[in-house]
């Protein structure tokens, strides 16, 4: 059985960081907490589960921050986990059954990560990342902001899953400010940072130079496919936030030339035509949304709910509104079936029973 440093870099963790321990630390040969800089009780708390913490000095540089704490692992892989990250215990157990039978070959393990969920809790938003990663190989981080270590070797699916379970927001502007010091420090941004440093710019609102940076990164051609079909997506939002309704179609489509379509680019294109009332090929794009095929072993961010829930209850709607009650009606039922509970499915029963009782 293969053995597992779990490595950790926090800062001012104490509501969280028990929570993230206790679900990881019988499934670990050790436990390496590097503390960038907390005044709460996080160190406190991290010496209940191991002696093992050290100090970094905090230089606005994650990659640095991680590849210190992997640099004091002794064990065959590296595990990454952030404070406030979970293991649920159906995941725990598929991963004692991985730890178990593992392949030492195996150079990174990949694992899917949990970070969006709706009312009752059920997962809205997902995407693969490296979790395990061979030791002593030089598999380093890369990147200050959105760090990553590029998959190499044998890369496999690790059949687990790790929840991140925010309790508080995060700094909005971090991520931000360490991108734009870079830049006034000349800093060339790489692909992968190009593309983040430009979602940052969106959530900040600055539109204009959010499309000025993914044009870029699509026009350099140097991006992953994920992120490309992403950029456009995003480049969609920025023009429909501007005003610039016929250029966000335009983003949106633009996605298609680099692969097939995703049913969360259908289901964008389906609210496009949704919101100008133009209910027929609202329909076509959400219809279509049905027949993509999820695969989250790409890579890229799934949205789980635009492969099933979204597109039916979307074209109750549409289908109500050209007069096509009996179809509106199934497809009613065929969102009940990803989600029994959802508020708007019991509205349009009710709709639907009313309309009945009317007749």
Same mark, same amino acid.
């Given at each position: 059985m293969v053995t597992i440093s779990l490595c950790m870099i926090v800062k001012n963790e104490e509501d969280v960081l028990a929570r993230c321990l206790k679900s990881a630390a019988d499934l670990v040969d050790e436990i390496i907490i590097v503390d960038t800089g907390s005044t709460d009780r996080t160190r406190e708390i991290a010496a209940q589960f191991t002696q093992r913490i050290y100090d970094f000095a905090w230089t606005d540089d994650f990659a640095a921050a991680r590849n210190y704490a992997f640099s004091l692992a002794e064990m065959d892989y590296c595990m990454w986990l952030d404070a406030d990250d979970?293991? #649920?215990?159906?995941? &725990?157990?598929?991963f004692r059954a991985l730890k178990a039978a593992l392949n030492p070959a195996v150079c990174v393990v990949m694992a899917r990560y949990n970070t969006g969920y709706d009312e009752h809790g059920r997962v809205t938003f997902s995407y693969f990342r490296e979790r395990l990663i061979k030791n002593h190989i030089g598999l &380093?981080?890369?990147g200050a902001v959105h760090e990553s270590i590029a998959p190499t070797g044998q890369v496999v699916d690790g059949g687990f899953a790790i929840s991140h379970l925010k309790l508080r927001p995060s700094? %909005?502007?971090r991520n931000l400010r360490i991108y734009e010091k870079q830049l006034e420090r000349g800093v060339a941004l790489e692909p992968r940072q190009q593309f983040y440093y430009g979602r940052e710019l969106y959530y900040h609102q600055r539109y204009e130079e959010a499309l000025r940076v993914f044009e870029q990164f699509l026009d350099?051609? @140097?991006?992953?496919v994920e $992120? $490309?079909?992403?950029?456009?997506?995003h480049c969609?939002?920025?023009y429909e936030r501007m005003g610039r309704q016929e250029k966000a179609l335009q983003a949106l489509l633009r996605s298609f030339t680099y692969d097939r379509p995703r049913a969360e680019i259908c289901c964008e294109l389906g609210r496009w035509f949704? @919101? &100008?009332?133009?209910?027929? #090929?609202a329909a076509y794009w959400y219809a279509l949304a049905l027949t993509c095929v999820r695969d989250d072993s790409r890579g890229g961010f799934v949205s789980p709910d635009c492969y099933g829930? #979204? %597109?039916?209850?979307q074209l109750c709607v549409c289908y109500s509104r050209l007069g096509d009650m009996k179809r509106a009606e199934q497809m009613n039922e065929w969102a009940a079936s990803f989600k029994p509970d959802a508020a708007p499915v019991a509205h349009n029963r009710a709709c639907f029973q009313s309309l009945t009782a009317e007749a």
């Open positions: 979970v293991l #649920l215990e159906t995941d &725990r157990e598929a &380093r981080w890369e700094d %909005p502007d350099e051609k @140097q991006g992953w $992120n $490309n079909i992403d950029a456009c997506c969609a939002y920025c949704f @919101q &100008r009332d133009e209910m027929s #090929l829930y #979204l %597109p039916c209850i």
